[in-house]
């Protein structure tokens, strides 16, 4: 079982940044590849960023690439969102998972379990 609590969230001017936190709770955390999925106002939620439960492999959707970046800590037992270039349409609820299964690589990331999501909302 993993228990994930977002922070890090708030309002912010375009072009700016914000750095997303997911504490996750459980020794297994390190087992687990991370996502970040985000939901828009009258929209369906959609992928972000994902990494292996090692922190080797990234992925990222096309609309983030080369702005956001996904990191984790296993020692802290919690894993990073840090977002440059802030653009209005990045506002959303933003929900950390974690993978379904253990070991995976993040590509293709199934949630198994989610946490409550942080608003983030960026002004033009």
């Known amino acids: 079982q993993v228990q994930l609590v977002e922070s890090g969230g708030g309002l912010v001017q375009a072009g700016g940044s914000l750095r997303l936190s997911c504490a996750a709770s459980?020794?297994?955390?390190?087992?687990?590849?991370m996502g970040w999925f985000r939901q828009a106002p009258g929209k369906e939620r959609e992928f972000v960023a994902a990494i292996s439960w090692s922190g080797g492999s990234t992925y990222y959707a096309d609309s983030v690439k080369g702005r956001f970046t996904i990191s984790r800590d296993n020692a802290k037992n919690t894993v990073y969102l840090q977002m440059n270039s802030l653009k209005p349409e990045d506002t959303a609820v933003y929900y950390c998972?974690?993978?379904?299964?253990?070991?995976?690589?993040?590509?293709?990331?199934?949630?198994?379990?989610w946490g409550q999501g942080t608003q983030v909302t960026v002004s033009s």
């Open positions: 998972a974690a993978d379904q299964s253990i070991l995976g690589s993040g590509s293709g990331l199934v949630p198994g379990y």
């Open positions: 459980g020794r297994t955390f390190s087992s687990y590849a």
